[in-house]
């Protein structure tokens, strides 16, 4: 079992930066490949960024290459995801995702490949 904590998010205005942070515990988590999703209001959840277990692998959706980075810091159990440059259409509620993962370089970027979930955090940008 794993859980999953976000914290970082908030109101921002468009071309401003927030730096989302998800706490682990539960699981040694360097066995873990985490990710972040976000779902805006009346949309489907979505990929954002994915890291491998080690670290040595990212995968971004195409909205967050060259704006976001993700990052882990396996002594603290630990997650980030910062964002800069954002813009109104990154409005959504920002949700943390582990995954048990075999393989130490496999990244994962489908929902349904990922076995826990936090609660969310929001992030608003204003316009």
């Known amino acids: 079992q794993v859980q999953l904590v976000e914290s970082g998010g908030g109101l921002v205005q468009a071309g401003g930066s927030l730096r989302l942070s998800c706490a682990a515990s539960?699981?040694?988590?360097?066995?873990?490949?985490m990710g972040w999703f976000r779902q805006a209001p009346g949309k489907e959840r979505e990929f954002v960024a994915a890291?491998?277990?080690?670290?040595?692998?990212?995968n971004y959706a195409d909205s967050a290459k060259g704006r976001f980075t993700i990052s882990r810091d396996n002594a603290k159990n630990t997650v980030l995801l910062q964002m800069n440059s954002l813009k109104p259409e990154d409005t959504a509620v920002y949700y943390c995702?582990?995954?048990?993962?075999?393989?130490?370089?496999?990244?994962?970027?489908?929902?349904?490949?990922?076995?826990?979930w936090g609660q969310g955090t929001q992030v608003t940008v204003s316009s």
């Open positions: 995702a582990a995954a048990t993962a075999p393989l130490v370089a496999s990244v994962f970027f489908k929902a349904g490949q990922y076995n826990y």
């Open positions: 539960g699981r040694t988590f360097i066995s873990i490949a």
């Open positions: 890291i491998s277990r080690s670290g040595a692998n990212t």
